[in-house]
């Protein structure tokens, strides 16, 4: 479709366990060093709090698989896609309102879903009214 989405959200039981793992992480680098030397300490806390953040996010990734919150209807989606690629629509469909781009959207949600292009209204959800999973 070449189009830009908005980013997909990780669930919130697994962004509060990579929290604490990582938290775990810091606080055990200074526990391990900071006896001996508290600025080895504190820099060595700060090292595993960057890295294991980097770690976490890159390892999480398949596991993004959930709308941003702002995105929970097809409406939603719809509104952050036209805001993320107004000009590429604008050009593509030679659409001049909102109500051209709507209609260009929704035969997209349409087509990739399968479902028929009536059902696809703005209040729609994807998976409770569409049966995207």
């Known amino acids: ?11 919130s039981w697994l962004v509060l366990v990579n929290f604490i793992l ?11 060093v900071g006896p001996a030397n508290v600025w080895l300490g504190v820099f060595t806390s700060f090292f595993n709090l960057v890295a294991g953040t980097v770690a976490v996010l890159f ?41 051209d781009i709507w209609v260009a959207l929704q035969t997209i949600v349409a087509a990739q879903l ?6 696809v209204v703005p209040s729609a959800r994807f998976v409770q009214d569409l049966g995207a999973d």
């Open 114 to 119: 399968g479902v028929d292009k009536c059902i």
């Open 59 to 99: 390892l999480t990734r398949p596991f993004a698989l959930f709308p941003a919150s702002q995105c929970s209807t097809v409406g939603d989606l719809v509104a952050c896609i036209v805001s993320l690629n107004l000009n590429k629509l604008t050009t593509r469909h030679a659409a001049r309102s909102r109500s």
């Open 22 to 32: 990582v938290e775990i992480l810091a606080l055990g680098g200074f526990v391990v």
């Open 1 to 11: 479709m070449d189009l830009k989405f908005p980013p997909l959200q990780r669930p």
